[in-house]
């Protein structure tokens, strides 16, 4: 059993550009980009890039680093683009090293789970690039089977269908103009109040913040029918649309 | 401009050789100056299937590896002009497939060639990746029944994101959708999927639909290309799936059963 254990995933997360640590006005800058969409960020994970950054060759400026992100309430999990002594300080303030921007891009396309359009790269903005301006996610094309789609900390909508063995994850809402055959999961991070709407119902599952229904415990009125999926009272529920 | 096609399906025994030799065959008596690859190293079948597994010297792995050069390998058909047939090797295995010596192989090709047709081997692994990476347009060939239908759906979600035009974000692989091994009589019994169920799955645009024929068994055992009986269902019908990827408007034929329609069937059930 220990091979379950351990297993891949991937993620989308933030990059917040380190310019100069010592910076006073730095804090005051990243706190008025994070007003603008306060709850986006909320305790969002953020690796620091490091590549315009001479400083912070010590644990402690990096401690200084993770407190400064805290108040702001971003969790730093690593550093990327950091020189060899920036890695040794960083490892020693226990954040992780990333590969730089372009061999991360690297690896993602021969991760299995890539989701079938190429995600826009992160995007070097001002203090922070983030997976997007917009939490919704538009999916066009069919989700294939064997493909996964995650809308972090937003809806997505799929104009098309999702294929039997597919996977379509949003934190807030889902919505499917198709089929859906494979499955469907809102409110990943445990909103209660998602929901997911579904063009014609085939779907091998259906999860809201952790409430599932597999297709066996579907009743067989709504298959092939035009439905919303809400959770009351704890209790999936499906009601046609 | 040269064009790469890569015939594919993930599921094995659909039909993926014998439509490779078909088309290969099709676009070179249509005027193209076409080669066609076995991809399936190890397992080498298109030679068989184009009947020159007795004139094969060097093959695909050679040259990847750098120990024959092209027009060593290449094998010209004697039936059709413009038809060149490049065999694999069946002592070696997919990882003699590397990445630089295929995409060496396949930039010569493509300024020799009007169209590259690659025969995927079975499989989502780095034989099919290897295949498909390079493909500027790719044939999924299916069967009318689920598994052979989920994983077309497969090797379209990689196509989509682990082509070599995916990767560099230039404009997706062309896709199309062939059905084989078609059978009128078992749809209407219902032992079959549809053309509308396979398309409403897979929304991909279907190229032709080959009925299930004895002429396609009959064309492997003596080593020609079916599309060269144009006596058979299956060989009329490759000819005008050859003829619309050319960009033709043609007919689907082959679609009914003797007494009954099959539009008349769908519509009863429905």
Same mark, same amino acid.
């Given at each position: 059993?220990?091979?379950?254990?351990?297993?891949?995933?991937?993620?989308?997360?933030?990059?917040?550009?380190?310019?100069?640590?010592?910076?006073?006005?730095?804090?005051?800058?990243?706190?008025?980009?994070?007003?603008?969409?306060?709850?986006?960020?909320?305790?969002?994970?953020?690796?620091?890039?490091?590549?315009?950054?001479?400083?912070?060759?010590?644990?402690?400026?990096?401690?200084?680093?993770?407190?400064?992100?805290?108040? /702001?309430?971003?969790?730093?999990?690593?550093?990327?683009?950091?020189?060899?002594?920036?890695?040794?300080?960083?490892?020693?303030?226990?954040?992780?090293?990333?590969?730089?921007?372009?061999?991360?891009?690297?690896?993602?396309?021969?991760?299995?789970?890539?989701?079938?359009?190429?995600?826009?790269?992160?995007?070097?903005?001002?203090?922070?690039?983030?997976?997007?301006?917009?939490?919704?996610?538009?999916?066009? /094309?069919?989700?294939?089977?064997?493909?996964?789609?995650?809308?972090?900390?937003?809806?997505?909508?799929?104009?098309?269908?999702?294929?039997?063995?597919?996977?379509?994850?949003?934190?807030?809402?889902?919505?499917?103009?198709?089929?859906?055959?494979?499955?469907?999961?809102?409110?990943?991070?445990?909103?209660?109040?998602?929901?997911?709407?579904?063009?014609?119902?085939?779907?091998?599952? #259906?999860?809201?913040?952790?409430?599932?229904?597999?297709?066996?415990?579907?009743?067989?009125?709504?298959?092939?029918?035009?439905? /919303?999926?809400?959770?009351?009272?704890?209790? #999936?529920?499906?009601?046609?649309? | 401009?040269?064009?790469?096609?890569?015939?594919?399906?993930?599921?094995?025994?659909?039909?993926?050789?014998?439509?490779?030799?078909?088309?290969?065959?099709?676009?070179?008596?249509?005027?193209?100056?076409?080669?066609?690859?076995?991809?399936?190293?190890?397992?080498?079948?298109?030679?068989?299937?184009?009947?020159?597994?007795?004139?094969?010297?060097?093959?695909?792995?050679?040259?990847?590896? =750098?120990?024959?050069?092209?027009?060593?390998?290449?094998?010209?058909?004697?039936?059709?002009?413009?038809? %060149?047939?490049?065999?694999?090797?069946?002592?070696?295995?997919?990882?003699?497939?590397?990445?630089? =010596?295929?995409?060496?192989?396949?930039?010569?090709?493509?300024?020799?060639?009007?169209?590259?047709?690659?025969?995927?081997?079975?499989?989502?692994?780095?034989?099919?990746?290897?295949?498909? %990476?390079?493909?500027?347009?790719?044939?999924?060939?299916?069967?009318?029944?689920?598994?052979?239908?989920?994983?077309?759906?497969?090797?379209? =979600?990689?196509?989509?994101?682990?082509?070599?035009?995916?990767?560099?974000?230039?404009?997706?692989?062309?896709? %199309?959708?062939?059905?084989?091994?078609?059978?009128?009589?078992?749809?209407?019994? =219902?032992?079959?999927?549809?053309?509308?169920?396979?398309?409403?799955?897979?929304?991909?645009?279907?190229?032709?639909?080959?009925?299930?024929?004895?002429?396609?068994?009959?064309?492997?055992?003596?080593?020609?290309?079916?599309?060269?009986?144009?006596?058979?269902?299956?060989?009329?019908? %490759?000819?005008?799936?050859?003829?619309?990827?050319?960009?033709?408007?043609?007919?689907?034929?082959?679609?009914?059963?003797?007494?009954?329609?099959?539009?008349?069937?769908?519509?009863?059930?429905?």
């Amino acid at each position: 059993m220990s091979a379950d254990l351990v297993h891949g995933g991937m993620f989308t997360v933030m990059v917040v550009r380190v310019d100069d640590p010592n910076d006073p006005e730095f804090e005051s800058r990243l706190a008025e980009q994070i007003a603008r969409s306060p709850t986006f960020f909320a305790n969002a994970p953020v690796v620091m890039d490091l590549q315009h950054c001479t400083g912070a060759a010590s644990a402690d400026a990096f401690h200084g680093l993770r407190r400064m992100l805290k108040r /702001q309430h971003l969790i730093a999990i690593g550093v990327q683009n950091a020189n060899a002594t920036q890695i040794r300080a960083a490892m020693n303030a226990d954040l992780a090293a990333f590969a730089p921007a372009n061999a991360a891009r690297r690896t993602e396309a021969a991760e299995p789970a890539a989701a079938p359009a190429p995600r826009p790269a992160p995007v070097a903005a001002p203090v922070i690039a983030a997976g997007g301006v917009s939490r919704t996610k538009v999916i066009t /094309q069919p989700v294939r089977s064997g493909t996964q789609v995650y809308a972090r900390g937003g809806d997505l909508i799929v104009l098309a269908s999702v294929s039997p063995g597919a996977e379509v994850i949003a934190d807030g809402h889902v919505h499917i103009y198709g089929a859906l055959r494979g499955r469907a999961i809102a409110g990943a991070s445990g909103d209660t109040d998602a929901r997911i709407f579904i063009g014609k119902l085939e779907a091998e599952l #259906l999860c809201v913040a952790g409430h599932y229904l597999v297709s066996e415990a579907i009743e067989a009125d709504y298959i092939g029918k035009s439905v /919303q999926v809400t959770l009351v009272d704890d209790r #999936l529920t499906i009601n046609r649309t | 401009m040269s064009k790469v096609i890569t015939i594919t399906s993930g599921k094995g025994g659909v039909g993926k050789t014998t439509t490779s030799a078909a088309f290969a065959t099709g676009l070179a008596q249509r005027g193209n100056k076409t080669v066609v690859i076995d991809f399936d190293v190890g397992l080498r079948n298109l030679d068989l299937i184009m009947g020159v597994e007795r004139r094969v010297v060097f093959d695909f792995i050679n040259v990847i590896n =750098g120990d024959a050069n092209l027009n060593q390998a290449l094998i010209k058909d004697k039936r059709v002009d413009n038809l %060149y047939i490049f065999p694999t090797s069946q002592t070696r295995d997919k990882d003699a497939l590397s990445k630089e =010596g295929v995409e060496r192989v396949i930039n010569e090709l493509r300024d020799n060639f009007d169209y590259i047709i690659c025969d995927s081997p079975a499989g989502i692994e780095h034989g099919a990746l290897t295949a498909l %990476y390079h493909a500027d347009a790719a044939i999924i060939v299916t069967n009318p029944e689920v598994s052979s239908v989920r994983d077309s759906d497969r090797i379209l =979600g990689m196509l989509a994101s682990k082509s070599r035009r995916a990767e560099e974000n230039e404009a997706p692989v062309d896709e %199309y959708l062939l059905l084989t091994r078609y059978s009128p009589e078992r749809v209407e019994r =219902g032992e079959m999927l549809s053309i509308e169920d396979v398309q409403e799955i897979l929304s991909v645009p279907l190229i032709g639909v080959i009925p299930e024929s004895e002429a396609v068994l009959k064309a492997s055992n003596t080593g020609m290309p079916v599309i060269l009986d144009t006596e058979s269902t299956a060989g009329i019908a %490759y000819g005008d799936a050859v003829a619309r990827f050319l960009g033709e408007q043609r007919e689907m034929r082959f679609l009914k059963t003797q007494k009954k329609s099959l539009l008349r069937t769908l519509f009863g059930k429905a």
